[in-house]
């Protein structure tokens, strides 16, 4: 059974930083690519960043580029998001989901982790 | 950047009938398109792949159709436990994914 279990949410200052993490399992990390989506607070879902299966290639919404890092590390079936210079709009839940296993949507995604910037 | 559209925004509909529910892409998309279901509290679940193909353990009461710029997902009969956010998804030109802002199926 594929799981995807994110941690790292919380609240953070505005300027602060945050790095998120996704802890997989039931699958084979190392063969898929991987995203991060988020979801402000009763807002649609908004794509944030995606890593191919051996970290070659990396994209990120024009939103968060320049602040934040997507990573991954195959030897520990993790995904992670390093969160810099967060703004109050970065404010929501944070899914990290998996592409590859029917098609190039999110075809497994995590229960989220929360992250709240505000002062 | 594609920009997907979903109509209607909400969709009452009565239990045992049928809700047609509408995505339509900016341009072309081929059937490079999911769907997926957001109930309260809950991430979302693929319903839908491939604009037509249903995901593993999803009832055969949801289908897809369409292509290029217009998709639709049907629910034939509705039960108490589809009522909830229904998203469509394009993956055919990215970065960057893009998704249609949502319609909310509730009960009428």
């Known amino acids: 059974e594929v799981q995807l279990v994110e941690s790292g949410g919380g609240l953070v200052k505005p300027g602060g930083s945050l790095r998120l993490s996704c802890a997989a399992s039931g699958f084979t990390f190392s063969t898929y690519n991987m995203n991060w989506v988020r979801q402000a607070p009763g807002k649609g879902l908004e794509w944030v960043s995606s890593i191919s299966s051996s970290s070659s290639y990396i994209y990120y919404a024009d939103s968060v580029k320049g602040r934040f890092t997507i990573s991954r590390d195959n030897a520990k079936n993790s995904l992670y998001l390093q969160m810099n210079s967060l703004r109050a709009e970065d404010t929501a839940v944070y899914y990290c989901?998996?592409?590859?296993?029917?098609?190039?949507?999110?075809?497994?995604w995590g229960q989220g982790t929360l992250v709240t910037v505000s002062s | 950047e594609i920009v997907m559209t979903q109509s209607p925004a909400t969709l009452s509909v009565s239990p045992g009938e049928r809700a047609t529910l509408s995505c339509r892409a900016s341009q072309s998309i081929s059937s490079n398109l999911v769907w997926y279901q957001q109930k309260p509290g809950q991430a979302p679940r693929l319903l839908i792949y491939?604009?037509?193909t249903r995901a593993t353990g999803i009832p055969a009461r949801f289908s897809g159709s369409g292509s290029g710029t217009e998709f639709t997902l049907t629910i034939s009969s509705l039960q108490s436990e589809d009522f909830a956010v229904y998203y469509c998804q394009q993956y055919n030109n990215w970065p960057p994914y893009t998704f249609g802002q949502g319609t909310k199926l509730e009960i009428k």
């Open positions: 989901a998996i592409s590859g296993v029917y098609s190039s949507g999110f075809d497994y």
């Open positions: 491939g604009a037509s």
